[in-house]
């Protein structure tokens, strides 16, 4: 038996649900919402918001139309791969966050949406800004405006809980929604369709374990049990724990750049998907600030006996990065 079944295994016998902190967007008390909010930030950096405003009509239309463009001919799909800027299909394996041990990349295909900016802009040419790629709209009617609403909706979701975030780091409530930093952030949906199922034992999983990027992610699921979490990335063995799914209700997780932020205080915790043979769809949305914003950390996160323990970098050029870390160049599907 190799030394990765072995550890398979162990791990297999702990996992269990993970219990985590449920925020209403809609309680008229932010500070108790902030304080509820710091104490699972603290924990693992993941929790439910519930109340948020996105109705079941909209988020049903958007799984909806997801399914419809994953259930095109992959010649139909590949008309809108992704390009230079991020933007449109990623087919099956076409990102590997976690390289030592996978042994090819994530089981799932995909679909980046970001901020439409048209060409008129003075920042459209900026790596993250600039038009979209759609599908064409004779083969999938009122799919861009459907996807539209959508990312407009999560980004107001996003908006909401940066205040809270802001509170719980002591700082004004807008502090995060100023033009260097959410004014005109970079926001990104990603459509996702798994298949298959997962075997660690072999290095094959629906998402290999990372922790994102960016300042906030929010994940929309089909009810499909499949993301797990590690609070202690650092552990020799791993343990990991389910997130199950709530009606009605959106996972929320801090990405590094709130952990760098908050100077290591705030988790962006290490993630992942395993499939258990079910067809599973997802709608992740990911939002950080502006290309220019410095990521350093927050004046009320140091001290004289706490000092920075990240160097500051600007946003794109740590987006760039992790990017090129973990997804294929688009020069290799013209090969």
């Known amino acids: 038996m190799s030394e990765m079944q072995t550890k398979n295994q162990v791990e297999d016998s702990i996992i269990q649900e993970s219990l985590l902190t ?15 909010l710091k104490k699972a930030c603290l924990d693992s950096g993941f929790f439910y918001v519930i109340n948020h405003g996105i109705s079941k009509e909209v988020m049903d239309k958007a799984f909806e139309q997801s ?17 230079e800027k991020h933007r449109g299909y990623t087919p099956l394996y076409d990102q590997i966050p976690d390289p030592e041990n996978q042994v090819q990349g994530d089981h799932k295909e995909g679909y980046y ?12 040419d900026r790596p993250f800004y600039g038009p979209n790629t759609w599908p064409n709209p004779d083969v999938l009617p009122g799919w861009r405006e459907t996807m539209e609403e959508y990312h407009q909706e999560a980004l107001r979701v996003c908006k909401a809980i940066a205040k809270l975030l802001a ?32 075997d660690p034992s072999k290095g094959i999983y629906g998402t290999g374990a ?33 997130v199950p799914s709530i009606e009605g209700a959106i996972v929320v997780n801090l990405g590094d750049m709130m952990e760098r932020w908050s100077n290591g205080l705030f988790r962006s915790t290490l993630h992942r998907v395993i499939l258990n043979g ?15 914003c410095i990521i350093e950390c927050l004046p009320t996160c140091q001290s004289e006996n706490n000092l920075p323990k990240y160097p500051a970098i600007k946003c794109s050029a740590y987006l760039t990065q992790r990017y090129e870390e973990s997804h294929l160049k688009c020069s290799t599907y013209k090969k």
């Open 22 to 36: 449920c925020i209403d967007l809609a309680n008229s008390d932010l500070h108790q919402s902030a304080l509820l």
């Open 67 to 83: 399914k419809k463009f994953f259930a095109l001919p992959l010649e139909e799909k590949m008309k809108v791969l992704k390009n």
């Open 113 to 124: 949406i970001g901020s439409e900016v048209s060409r008129d802009d003075p920042q459209w």
């Open 167 to 198: 509170l719980s780091l002591d700082l004004d409530a807008e502090y995060f929604d100023s033009p260097e930093m959410l004014g005109k952030p970079i926001s990104t949906l990603r459509l996702l369709h798994y298949e298959g199922k997962s």
């Open 210 to 242: 990372h922790s994102d990027y960016g300042m906030i992610t929010l994940l929309a699921t089909d009810g499909v049990v499949g993301l797990q979490i590690c609070k202690d990335k650092n552990a020799k063995l791993q343990m990991w724990e389910y």
């Open 278 to 292: 079910q067809t599973r769809y997802s709608i992740p949305f990911f939002v950080e600030p502006n290309h220019d």
